[in-house]
């Protein structure tokens, strides 16, 4: 499972073009000029901890769409989804949960959101606007919208505030963030207000060499009509260091990585070493990854996977 600062961190689902492209030809199929590059946000899960499988395959198609199908220890995905004028379309299988989505959230303007979800688990309908302010560096949101809760529907305010700001002090690059939200409920006379931080470090001290580090901070206060709303307090400190080895040879080692983190709430420890290989075929270095979790109740365990990251 991702980390909560990986995820905050995260640009989005999909990043993908509207506007209908140039075609080349390749064994008789047209292909989109930018289909390689799509690549870049394919995931390959090969993993005792996540599964195996493949998430957001670029389909060969002027449109980006993508399709996920992964088995994981406790759940499946099967499921396609794309990105359209700012609007997210998904249908599959979820985490075990059928799922039908369309969701219009650009950075600024008008928002809706429509998502129905089988076995129980959340159903809404919500509109809304964005602002951006401070050069595009905040976004103020609210949206009003009704969830249904085993049946029943239940109408919702949410107003959510997020900030960033980016800084360099001579080779070491900073970035501080936060976003703070509300979720109210009129009728059963409940809310709950949490607030999120996010410290990034970042620095390369040798040629080759690059340093980062991230710590989150969540704190929530309240109660929700709605589980699916609900957020708990967390925190979590990620450090990294990777080195890419000089030289561009067509295949050999590309970089080597080791990465530790430290999940506060529940006392988990983990700590991974990558080894990313440069193949001529791929976009990204790509190698194995082989790990291992402390746990609170002492029971620690290997992790074994596949990794990537960009050329």
Not at 137 to 163: D, H, I, S
Not at 167 to 176: D, I, K, P, Q
Not at 199 to 217: I, Y
Not at 220 to 249: K, S
């Amino acid at each position: 499972m991702k980390s909560l600062p990986s995820r905050l961190a995260a640009l989005g689902l999909l990043v993908a073009g509207t506007a209908a492209a140039q075609t080349s030809s390749f064994l008789g199929l047209s292909v989109p000029p930018n289909y390689l590059s799509r690549f870049a946000s394919t995931e390959l899960v090969i993993s005792t901890e996540a599964g195996y499988g493949v998430r957001a395959f670029p389909l060969l198609m002027a449109q980006d769409v993508r399709v996920s199908v992964v088995k994981a220890p406790t759940y499946w995905d099967y499921n396609v989804s794309t990105r359209i004028n700012d609007t997210t379309l998904a249908a599959g299988v979820f985490y075990n949960v059928p799922r039908l989505e369309v969701t219009h959230d650009p950075s600024g303007g008008l928002q809706y959101s429509g998502l129905l979800q089988g076995g129980g688990n959340l159903t809404k309908f919500s509109a809304g606007y964005a602002h951006l302010l401070w050069e595009n560096r905040a976004r103020l949101l609210g949206n009003v919208g009704v969830a249904f809760v085993a049946g029943e529907g239940v109408p919702y305010t949410q107003t959510e505030g997020t900030a960033g700001y980016s800084r360099s002090f001579g080779g070491v690059n900073t970035y501080l963030g936060g976003a703070a939200r509300l979720f109210a409920f009129p009728v059963q006379r409940d809310a709950q207000g949490s607030v999120d931080a996010v410290a990034v470090l970042n620095a390369s001290p040798l040629p080759g060499l690059t340093l980062d580090a991230t710590h989150f901070e969540r704190f929530v206060t309240g109660a929700v009509a709605v589980p699916a709303f609900g957020l708990a307090r967390y925190n979590e400190t990620n450090a990294g260091a990777t080195y890419r080895l000089p030289g561009d040879a067509a295949f050999g080692v590309g970089a080597v990585r080791t990465r530790l983190s430290h999940a506060w709430q529940s006392d988990v420890t983990t700590l991974r070493g990558d080894l990313l290989l440069r193949l001529p075929a791929l976009p990204s270095l790509v190698g194995p990854s082989v790990g291992y979790q402390w746990t609170a109740d002492g029971q620690g365990r290997w992790l074994v996977s596949l990794v990537t990251l960009p050329k």
